[in-house]
């Protein structure tokens, strides 16, 4: 199971670098093209829609593309976030339908709500061309009360690997979260790459532990009465906390869990006391697909 899972995530990155290799080729191979010829580059002086044309803003097959690498729509601006996805942000042979958020939004524990969780999500997916899903922060509030576990459809759920992560809600919660395969090779954020965790040796230089992932739920995915941050809309640094998991869980305590190892000293940006991250975080938290 274990040298499956990591044969996978080989495979998985093997490609997403492939991608960004074939991204690179393509605009040295733009960049290489006269800049002032506004025709084909078999010589036709006006013909904005040439194959490899100077001036027809970046478009490697029609005139008017803006950018684009391939696709004939001229409403595109750019090029695709992640070159070769079909619209499920997939690396690997699934469909991606899960990933650590690769940053928070910068307010600690004001999310703006449940609706701001998720349209984050939805942002972030947005960036590696995982545009057809339905995207859901997995968080719980007070008010209702929503539980995190009831919000992120049935599963089964794959990393930007391909990675399976669970097959359904309760093998996501079983056995305390165990018998999930997060760990700190797979729960990655929305590009595939490593959260850093305990694990220095598995950090990019120069940085911090990050690996508080903000839930307000308990290891069952209930919520955590009083660990909100005031339903994901309060960034004090006192009178309200937030129930944090941890992205690179490895063992079935309470300490050390997916979703539920600790609260927060606040629910304030950054590392100090009273903030998010006091305990190793800055504010990530898990989106799920619903479909």
Not at 124 to 130: F, M, R
């Amino acid at each position: 199971m274990l040298h499956e899972q990591q044969s996978q995530i080989r495979k998985g990155r093997f490609v997403r670098w492939s991608r960004r290799a074939l991204v690179v080729a393509a605009v040295f191979a733009l960049s290489c093209g006269d800049d002032d010829d506004n025709g084909s580059s078999d010589g036709g002086a006006n013909n904005n829609g040439g194959s490899t044309s100077g001036n027809n803003n970046g478009a490697m097959d029609g005139g008017n593309n803006n950018g684009s690498t391939g696709n004939t729509n001229g409403d595109n601006n750019g090029m695709d976030a992640a070159p070769g996805n079909d619209g499920d942000g997939s690396a690997g042979d699934r469909p991606m339908s899960f990933f650590v958020t690769s940053r928070g939004l910068g307010k600690g524990g004001n999310l703006g709500g449940l609706a701001g969780a998720d349209a984050h999500c939805v942002a972030l997916a947005k960036t590696v061309n995982a545009v057809k899903k339905q995207w859901r922060a997995y968080l719980s509030i007070e008010a209702g009360p929503i539980h995190a576990r009831d919000r992120i459809g049935s599963g089964p759920w794959y990393n930007a690997d391909g990675v399976l992560v669970a097959t359904n809600v309760q093998t996501l919660h079983a056995n305390m979260g165990m018998d999930n395969a997060l760990n700190v090779d797979v729960s990655v954020d929305e590009a595939g790459e490593l959260v850093p965790g305990r694990d220095e040796a598995k950090r990019p230089p120069g940085t911090m532990n990050d690996h508080d992932i903000l839930t307000g739920s308990t290891v069952d995915g209930m919520v955590a009465t009083g660990s909100t941050c005031m339903d994901w809309t309060s960034d004090a640094a006192t009178g309200t906390v937030a129930q944090v998991g941890h992205s690179d869980k490895d063992g079935p305590n309470g300490r050390i869990q997916w979703n539920s190892s600790h609260a927060t000293s606040g629910c304030a940006e950054g590392r100090m006391m009273g903030g998010i991250g006091s305990g190793g975080g800055s504010g990530r938290f898990y989106c799920f697909a619903t479909d």
